[in-house]
């Protein structure tokens, strides 16, 4: 069963930064993208950031590029999300998820393109 568990999530003022990280676990073979989406409440869960594991290839939402950074260490099979410059709208719960290449893919920001989700992480920015 694969398990991605992520961590780092908080309470930060505007303008801050924070870091979250997505730790694989029981994951045969490898992902094809790692990914992390965010949703508040009442709205669908959108892509923020999407990373290719093979290549390190990444994909931003509009709404964060220049702000975030999405990187991976294959040795702790663990992603990250680096978010500086946060603002209120920010605010959400923040999940990890992963693509296999025997999904379907509807496109490197599409919820439906991932198979393994994480648990959710809260990130909460105050202006």
């Known amino acids: 069963q694969v398990q991605l568990v992520e961590s780092g999530g908080g309470s930060v003022q505007a303008g801050g930064s924070l870091r979250l990280s997505c730790a694989v676990s029981d994951y045969t073979g490898s992902p094809d993208r790692m990914a992390w989406f965010r949703q508040t409440p009442g709205k669908e869960r959108d892509g923020v950031a999407v990373?290719?594991?093979?290549?390190?290839?990444?994909y931003y939402a509009d709404s964060v590029k220049g702000r975030f950074t999405i990187s991976q260490d294959n040795a702790k099979n663990t992603v990250y999300l680096q978010m500086n410059s946060l603002k209120p709208e920010d605010t959400a719960i923040y999940y990890c998820a992963a693509r296999s290449i025997h999904h379907v893919d509807y496109g490197p920001l599409r919820y439906s393109s991932y198979r393994y989700w994480g648990q959710g992480t809260r990130v909460t920015v105050s202006s």
């Open positions: 990373i290719v594991t093979g290549g390190d290839r990444t």
